[in-house]
Nanobody, 129 residues
């Protein structure tokens, strides 16, 4: 499975961006997909995740009500709509996937980076004040 993240850029505080993560390979629809971010000098942190066919979604408290995760299984793509962006949202954003039917992440681990098997290359989001 290969993941390709895109859509990052420079935006002013209060602005919006939409990140996309395109996945190659079969069985995308069976995979839990996650978004993480890493700011300079900080650890990678959970942002959001979406379950496979059912589409249950999860968010870090810091982005709840501002970010929306969604997926289009026909296009093998997961999205992260980011609104009301703040300077503290500045980071490299990574998409990640679990093993799908061969190893679904349990709910208690969905915010753990180590629970995901596949990672994209990251896309830079910079929010200016």
């Amino acid at each position: 499975v290969q993941l390709q993240a895109s859509g990052g850029g420079l935006v002013q505080a209060g602005g919006s961006l939409r990140l996309s993560c395109a996945a190659s390979g079969p069985t995308f629809s069976s995979r839990t997909m996650g978004w993480f971010r890493q700011a300079p000098g900080k650890e990678r942190e959970f942002v959001s995740a979406i379950r496979s066919r059912g589409g249950n979604t999860y968010y870090a408290d810091s982005v709840k009500h501002r970010f929306t995760i969604s997926r289009d299984n026909a296009k093998n793509t997961v999205y992260l709509e980011m609104n009301s962006l703040k300077p503290e949202d500045t980071a490299v954003y990574y998409c990640a996937a679990d093993k799908g039917d061969n190893g679904r992440i349990i709910l208690s681990s969905i915010q753990r980076a180590g629970a995901y098997t596949y990672w994209g290359q990251g896309t830079q989001v910079t929010v200016s004040s």
